[in-house]
């Protein structure tokens, strides 16, 4: 896969709910985690770390918890920027982006 077709993946530039809610999810799949383990390992009550999912509005307390566990930088959760993720991390995430 060429730079331009993961880009086009990963939604880069795209800032909207449903395109950063897609990305959220494409993390936590990468994760292995459902969203009550996810929500848990994060300190986040279940129901919030959904409606954030959901929503496509994460928290600075959800975000800060991809980068440190999982490596997913802040530019690719709001904005799809896949430049800052380690190799490995993106190839996992593009598994569950469509």
């Known amino acids: 896969m060429d730079y331009l077709e993961i880009e086009k993946r990963c939604r880069r530039g795209d800032t909207s709910p449903e395109a950063i809610h897609k990305r959220l999810i494409a ?7 459902s969203q009550k383990e996810l929500a848990a390992s994060a300190g986040i009550k279940y129901t919030t770390f959904r409606s954030q999912e959901q929503a ?12 440190s566990a999982f490596q997913v930088d802040f530019n690719f959760i709001l904005g799809g920027d896949p430049a800052r993720l380690p190799s490995d991390v993106l190839q996992e995430i593009l598994k569950h982006l469509d």
Request: glycine share 6%; net charge positive; charged share 5%.
């Open 27 to 33: 993390a936590r799949m990468m994760s292995s985690f």
């Open 56 to 67: 496509g509005s994460p928290s600075v307390q959800l975000m800060t918890y991809f980068l």
